[in-house]
């Protein structure tokens, strides 16, 4: 199988919310996609698609339930920072952008450095820096 491209489909509350949470922390609006069910998303240099969905659209378009972000993560994915200055700069753009700092940046392992948040539905994101990458 040979798959032209991946996107994430994540659901949330109130649209107007996300976008403005992720306009402030700069991501790209995917002016492709714009409709009052969805508000989509590109990420980083190859600009990876992340898709919100109100959470009705998104439950009916995936057959069930969809994950209690209270109790666990669906997914966590990695924002590559290039420098502990960088990390620590999106720390506090997430704070004023509305997110939930769920650790504060910290080393983890010698040249690993990040923190993990949260988006106002809970989505979580680890920001992370490793020297070399």
């Not at 972000?69 to 990390?87: H, I, P, Q, R, Y």
């Not at 999106?90 to 910290?106: C, D, Q, R, Y």
């Not at 949260?118 to 979580?124: A, I, L, T, V, Y």
Request: include cysteine; charged fraction near 20%; aromatic fraction near 14%.
């Amino acid at each position: 199988m040979n798959t032209k491209q991946i996107w994430a489909n994540l659901a949330v509350k109130d649209l107007e919310r996300t976008t403005s949470f992720y306009t402030n922390l700069g991501f790209k609006s995917n002016n492709s996609c714009p409709s009052k069910e969805l508000m989509s998303f590109m990420v980083g240099d190859n600009n990876f698609v992340i898709h919100f969905f109100i959470e009705s659209k998104l439950k009916t378009a995936s057959n069930g339930e969809l994950a209690n972000l209270k109790k666990g993560n669906e997914v966590l994915f990695t924002l590559a920072a290039s420098s502990v200055d960088e990390v620590n700069q999106w720390e506090l753009e997430v704070k004023n952008a509305g997110g939930t700092i769920v650790s504060k940046p910290h080393e983890f392992g010698e040249g690993y450095y990040g923190f993990v948040f949260s988006d106002p539905d809970g989505h979580k994101f680890n920001v992370f820096y490793m020297d070399g990458f």
